[in-house]
């Protein structure tokens, strides 16, 4: 039962988070003559006709209010890390009204966000840029998607602790010298604590390094981050199930992932040279 409303829950937040980017992809096109979501042009000057002013802030305000439409919702499972350009390499950015930047064409944009449902708690990071991403940027996001890609593909014994996982994730960064500073993937409640344990995808050693079970939850999220200029993530939710293998050898039983975040990432990120079928 509360796995099936996760499942729910996720549905209606993907249509929210969809929502908000048709929304801003639509803003940044009028008012900042941005390229489009799926496609690349130059940005150009900022127009007068602005909706809102385009901030950190008021952008997750209005992520916010398309969440707030759909049914059971019920607040924020955190607070919104609405980052641009450097501050999206700040891992656990915060911004403030006052204080935060601007949208921009020329630069990334990062939004790590999640609601609580009355049945589900949800956690997604997305990355996008509005303008046309140079080839590094480009470069690191599909390293950071095939990482992304690997975990979410992985079958493995019975007994596996999210800690041998890892190293999936981090791979097709390692082998251009990148990495990042964080785990990879945390327990995630059903309209509980975003952060749930007992167990963790991480490089860390910890007593927490518990083994994966059937019915956990568990998110998925890469990510890249250039002090001073850029940072990228990429996150979805998924639940640990029985994986259907053509063998069972020494009869543990094998695990994968089903994954329950629905929102699509930007294809003029991904250097499709660098994918594998």
Aim: charge should be negative.
């Amino acid at each position: 039962m509360e796995l099936t409303g996760l499942r729910k829950a996720h549905i209606r937040d993907g249509a929210a988070v969809v929502q908000y980017l048709a929304w801003l992809d639509n803003q940044m096109q009028e008012n900042y003559g941005a390229s489009g979501y799926f496609s690349e042009a130059n940005g150009s000057q900022k127009k007068e006709h602005l909706e809102i002013k385009l901030t950190e802030v008021s952008v997750s305000d209005k992520l916010e209010a398309f969440r707030a439409e759909k049914e059971h919702f019920k607040g924020l499972s955190f607070p919104t890390i609405s980052s641009v350009g450097p501050n999206a390499a700040i891992i656990h950015y915060s911004p403030e009204a006052n204080t935060c930047a601007e949208l921009d064409a020329d630069k990334i944009y990062l939004c790590d966000s999640g609601a609580q449902y009355l049945d589900g708690t949800t956690d997604i990071t997305r990355t996008v840029h509005f303008g046309k991403p140079s080839e590094h940027q480009k470069s690191c996001y599909t390293a950071v998607l095939k990482g992304h890609i690997a975990l979410d593909a992985a079958v493995f014994p019975n007994g596996t602790t999210g800690h041998a996982l890892d190293i999936l994730a981090r791979t097709p960064l390692w082998k251009s010298g990148l990495d990042y500073r964080h785990g990879t993937g945390h327990g995630i409640g059903s309209y509980l604590n975003v952060h749930e344990g007992p167990h963790l995808i991480s490089f860390r050693p910890s007593a927490r390094n518990v083994p994966l079970q059937a019915s956990m939850t568990v998110t998925d999220e890469p990510g890249y981050y250039e002090d001073g200029n850029f940072g990228i993530r990429l996150e979805n939710v998924l639940i640990v199930k029985e994986a259907d293998t053509k063998f069972n050898f020494g009869e543990k039983g094998y695990l994968s992932f089903e994954h329950i975040t629905w929102a699509p990432y930007q294809t003029k990120l991904i250097n499709t040279a660098l994918l594998t079928p």
